[in-house]
């Protein structure tokens, strides 16, 4: 049997569809190297989208 790699830190699985958009050139470099940077920028899409439902 397969050694389980991934466990996910939420209790609702994320979409299995990706959000993707473009960025000017550096920026992904320097986001990877942002501790956390994934889950930190889940919140800001989080917040984005609270701010604009009011």
Request: charged share 35%; proline share 7%.
């Amino acid at each position: 049997m397969s050694k389980i790699k991934f466990k996910p830190d939420n209790e609702t699985a994320y979409d299995k569809v990706p959000v993707q958009f473009k960025v000017m050139p550096g920026v992904r470099e320097k986001l990877k190297a942002v501790p956390n940077w994934q889950e930190r920028l889940r919140e800001c899409v989080n917040q984005l989208i609270a701010e604009n439902e009011q």
